[in-house]
């Protein structure tokens, strides 16, 4: 990049970054509205579930049962299409894992209502919480959190306001700073960044065992600062090297291997009786 486009490019974030929603609205967050599958396409029962988050936001999302479930998955996605882009990787988690999958979107993403930003993602996080702590078929003792790439900042942070049985953070990333400078590096991103996303900053509270999943050919997310994240999480926890895996194949290029190492981690985390089969 020439010093003159890496200057306008500069002042053009910066005029963004004045903007009511700052410039991670036009360069973080990608979702699509459009629903290309459910789980139905892959003959998995599912209930449509519509929720609302505290502010009033009405969200969208499907919870998938699994027979002799013991513990509930709670999927917090990536920043990028929404859950309908989720549903052949939700099978394979709800056929090798035996575990109870809510997956949802976040506002501004999918059907849910609403603009995505930090604290509107924060707040429907909670709701969903919110929302499997009340259903009669949900032991709320046994939900898990599992957060992907933005979604592992965002699971991270809700670990420490509840109290789920578990978290699982795969292709975690530091802060959303350190992305910016990774990514940005010829770019002042310190004073166009106002979302913090400081996943190694809410690790360091939870209190609940961790698993760390990354894949060490990721392109998007550094593997060190997964393994950043894993360090400064305390005990128990666990991390799982995914071998020739980038950031968007994880579960493709882990395979079986990727399906037990989530397995192990489940049943020695979860409590005597809540321990899928």
């Given at each position: 990049?020439?010093?003159?486009?890496a200057?306008?490019?500069?002042?053009?974030?910066?005029?963004?970054?004045?903007?009511?929603?700052?410039?991670?609205?036009y360069?973080?967050?990608?979702?699509?509205?459009?629903?290309?599958?459910?789980p139905?396409?892959?003959g998995?029962p599912?209930?449509?579930?519509?929720?609302?988050?505290?502010?009033?936001?009405?969200?969208?999302g499907?919870?998938?049962?699994?027979?002799?479930?013991?513990?509930?998955?709670?999927?917090?996605?990536?920043?990028?299409?929404?859950?309908?882009?989720?549903v052949?990787?939700?099978?394979?988690?709800?056929d090798?894992l035996?575990?109870?999958v809510?997956?949802f979107?976040?506002?501004?993403?999918?059907?849910?209502?609403g603009?995505?930003?930090?604290a509107?993602?924060?707040?429907?996080?909670?709701?969903?919480?919110r929302?499997?702590?009340?259903?009669?078929?949900?032991?709320?003792?046994?939900?898990?959190?599992?957060?992907r790439?933005?979604?592992?900042?965002?699971?991270?942070e809700?670990?420490?306001?509840?109290?789920?049985?578990?978290?699982?953070?795969?292709t975690p990333f530091?802060?959303?700073?350190?992305?910016?400078?990774?990514?940005?590096?010829?770019?002042?991103v310190?004073?166009l960044?106002?979302?913090?996303?400081?996943?190694?900053g809410a690790?360091r509270?939870?209190?609940?065992?961790v698993?760390?999943?990354?894949?060490?050919?990721?392109?998007?997310?550094?593997?060190?600062?997964g393994?950043?994240?894993?360090?400064?999480?305390?005990e128990?926890?666990?991390?799982?090297?995914?071998?020739?895996?980038s950031?968007?194949?994880t579960?493709l290029v882990?395979?079986?291997a990727?399906?037990?190492?989530?397995r192990?981690?489940?049943?020695?985390a979860?409590?005597?009786g809540?321990v899928?089969?």
């Amino acid at each position: 990049m020439g010093q003159w486009r890496a200057v306008a490019l500069a002042g053009a974030l910066g005029l963004l970054a004045g903007c009511e929603d700052g410039v991670e609205h036009y360069f973080l967050y990608f979702p699509t509205r459009a629903l290309g599958a459910t789980p139905a396409t892959y003959g998995l029962p599912f209930e449509e579930v519509w929720f609302q988050a505290a502010d009033g936001i009405r969200l969208h999302g499907w919870f998938v049962p699994a027979r002799g479930a013991r513990a509930t998955l709670l999927w917090l996605h990536g920043n990028a299409g929404n859950i309908g882009h989720r549903v052949h990787n939700l099978r394979l988690f709800h056929d090798a894992l035996s575990i109870n999958v809510f997956l949802f979107d976040y506002r501004g993403y999918g059907l849910s209502e609403g603009e995505p930003s930090e604290a509107g993602l924060l707040k429907d996080a909670e709701a969903a919480w919110r929302l499997l702590q009340a259903r009669p078929d949900v032991d709320p003792r046994g939900v898990v959190l599992f957060g992907r790439s933005l979604g592992a900042a965002v699971a991270a942070e809700l670990a420490t306001r509840v109290e789920p049985a578990a978290l699982i953070l795969e292709t975690p990333f530091t802060t959303l700073l350190d992305m910016g400078r990774h990514h940005y590096w010829f770019l002042p991103v310190r004073w166009l960044v106002r979302s913090r996303y400081d996943t190694l900053g809410a690790i360091r509270r939870v209190r609940v065992p961790v698993l760390v999943l990354h894949g060490d050919a990721d392109e998007i997310v550094p593997f060190d600062m997964g393994e950043q994240v894993f360090a400064a999480a305390s005990e128990p926890k666990a991390f799982y090297r995914i071998p020739g895996a980038s950031h968007n194949d994880t579960y493709l290029v882990g395979g079986k291997a990727y399906l037990r190492a989530l397995r192990e981690f489940l049943a020695t985390a979860l409590p005597a009786g809540r321990v899928p089969g």
